[in-house]
């Protein structure tokens, strides 16, 4: 008997695998298609404040929907225009910093000591002489639109979850509450036909009411669960999307006044590597720090704007975030650096991008379940 029990659970765990596995594949191959759902469903969570104030206003949906698309065909403009300017300026910049960055390196093997002809002779002009440069702002306006392109699937995506939320929420309930229902209800109905022979008007009153019973239990239980994943879905992607926000504005102004080249690049950086956690608030800081030592070929001038850029990130990341996010999400750091990597696998820097909600949706969702080997695999993502 125990040796069939070990059996099955040995083989329960190799299908877990294998489907684990096959998820994966899927989510991988599939990603054209997946990511512009998962982000549009993202951009539902993120209007719902705008789109509650608009409801108790009075605005018909058709109208709350059409100013949302249009809020984000403009935000994706003006940042799609920022970046492009941004990025085609640097590109005619590269000889100078280029330049710049030769006689640094140089400078600092000689003052070190390094004879090394590598390093003494150092000149990355042969890199500089391979670029080209129409060829490089060709990829940018054709990457650039192709972005646009990709927002505009999302936003087509985005109109059928503003529109479709509730239907495929009642399609979930419904799917759910019947397989949890009917087979509970069948088992208690074989019991009784096994039991007696003789009909009994009394049964058929009491499985209707256990069945309205078993009904509601169970409904109570998905909507807390959708509930839960709203209330903190939502929480986070507001609260880290303001504070990313305020951090990359302060980067920005701090940047411009100490004359930092391309500012407005290294504070939309500053913006977006923050949903990264851990390696994007690095990222963030070494990026305007390089700069920083290229135009101004001064390591004292590098380490103040680091810095300086450290107790920004220090202000907003571990001290105001904890603060309004508090222990909402509830995820084990080490389950937050394996989930970046893992999403970053399968969808690459938008995993990466979204790798701490899509990680906390999971934890919700295995929580709530009534296998005990799932909410034990929850226990261990949770912090507490």
């Not at 080249?261 to 990026?287: Q, Y």
């Amino acid at each position: 008997m125990t040796s069939k029990i070990t059996y099955d659970t040995t083989i329960k765990f190799f299908i877990s695998i294998i489907g684990l596995v096959f998820i994966v594949f899927v989510l991988k191959e599939l990603s054209n298609i997946i990511i512009p759902f998962v982000v549009a469903y993202f951009l539902f969570f993120l209007y719902s404040p705008i789109s509650n104030v608009c409801e108790r206003k009075g605005f018909p949906s058709y109208v709350i929907v059409i100013l949302e698309v249009i809020l984000t065909i403009i935000i994706a403009w003006i940042i799609s225009s920022l970046v492009i300017g941004s990025v085609i300026q640097f590109s005619n910049e590269v000889p100078g910093y280029i330049k710049k960055l030769n006689t640094i390196v140089q400078n600092t093997a000689i003052s070190i000591g390094i004879t090394d002809p590598f390093f003494k002779n150092f000149s990355l002009q042969g890199i500089l002489d391979n670029i080209d440069y129409k060829l490089l702002a060709g990829g940018i306006f054709t990457s650039t639109f192709s972005v646009l392109g990709n927002v505009l699937i999302v936003l087509f995506f985005f109109v059928f979850v503003f529109t479709g939320h509730n239907t495929i929420y009642n399609a979930i309930k419904k799917r759910f509450v019947n397989q949890k229902v009917q087979p509970e209800l069948k088992k208690l109905k074989n019991k009784y036909e096994k039991n007696t022979k003789d009909s009994n008007p009394d049964f058929a009153h009491w499985m209707g009411n256990k069945f309205n019973i078993e009904k509601n239990d169970q409904e109570e239980k998905l909507e807390l669960t959708f509930k839960a994943i709203t209330e903190q879905i939502q929480k986070y992607l507001v609260s880290k999307s303001a504070i990313n926000l305020g951090a990359g504005i302060v980067v920005t102004i701090i940047l411009s006044l100490f004359g930092i080249d391309f500012p407005i690049i290294w504070g939309l950086f500053v913006f977006l590597f923050n949903f990264i956690p851990a390696l994007g608030s690095t990222l963030a800081l070494l990026l305007p720090t390089l700069m920083a030592l290229v135009q101004f070929e001064s390591f004292g001038f590098a380490l103040l704007i680091a810095v300086i850029l450290a107790g920004i990130q220090s202000l907003f990341f571990s001290l105001i975030e904890p603060s309004v996010l508090g222990k909402k999400l509830n995820l084990n750091p080490l389950v937050i650096l394996l989930a970046v990597l893992v999403w970053g696998y399968i969808w690459g820097i938008v995993g990466m991008l979204l790798s701490v909600p899509l990680t906390a949706i999971i934890n919700i969702i295995l929580s709530n379940s009534e296998s005990r080997d799932l909410r034990f695999i929850s226990d261990l993502m949770s912090k507490d």
